[in-house]
Antibody, heavy 121, light 107 residues
């Protein structure tokens, strides 16, 4: 059974950079052409926003609304992928999820439990 | 970006009711439409992928239909565990986008 687990700080100061890591167990992140790995977020009481995706090859696609501030990377040796989001403001306060999508349907079949990130001084 | 619009935003229903939620895309997305259920404090759970395919382990009372721009999620007989928020998501093009959600509440 594939499991994903987010890790990172719960509190970050404005203007700083958020760094989150998603550790995948029960399956290899390096299995190419079958899945891609995404970060999503959800502000309290609001809907879901897709941040971007990364393939095992390292190829990425980012949401244009966040593209200038987002960097994703993958470490297949550790079975992890990561998110960096810079120039944080209070509007970035949200629960951040990592998830795995099926390449064909683009559906997110596996999700992490989510981690709350608060941007505050 | 492709805009996804769900209706209604919320609904009240009773156990055993048939519930239908609609999702409309701002342009044709073929069948690249997925449905999720989310309960408070939990990650979303995939129910339906590719518009009408039931995810493994999901009860058969959930079904999806549609193609192009108009899609529906139907719960044939609402159960106590189905009170939750439901989201549609298009995977036709990036950025991937979600509907605003439909909350199913107890009547």
């Amino acid at each position: 059974q594939v499991q994903l687990q987010e890790s990172g700080p719960g509190l970050v100061k404005p203007s700083q950079t958020l760094s989150l890591t998603c550790t995948v167990s029960g399956g290899s992140i390096g299995r190419r052409d079958s899945y891609y790995w995404s970060w999503l977020r959800q502000p309290a009481g609001k809907g879901l926003e897709w941040i971007g995706r990364i393939y095992a090859s390292g190829s990425t696609n980012y949401n244009p609304s966040l593209k200038s501030r987002v960097t994703m990377s993958v470490d297949t040796s550790k079975n992890q992928f990561s998110l960096k989001l810079s120039s944080l403001t209070a509007a970035d306060t949200a629960v951040y999820y990592c998830a795995r999508a099926e390449y064909g349907s683009g559906s997110f079949g596996y999700w992490g439990q989510g981690t709350l990130v608060t941007v505050s001084s | 970006d492709i805009q996804m619009t769900q209706s209604p935003s919320s609904l009240s229903a009773s156990i055993g009711d048939r519930v239908t939620i609609t999702c409309r895309a701002s342009q044709s997305i073929s069948n690249y439409l997925n449905w999720y259920q989310q309960k408070p404090g939990k990650a979303p759970k995939l129910l339906i992928y590719a518009a009408s395919s039931l995810q493994s382990g999901v009860p058969s009372r959930f079904s999806g239909s549609g193609s192009g721009t108009d899609f529906t999620l139907t719960i044939s007989s609402l159960q106590p565990e189905d009170f939750a928020t439901y989201y549609c998501q298009q995977s036709y093009s990036t950025p991937l986008t979600f509907g605003q959600g439909t909350t199913v509440e107890v009547k």
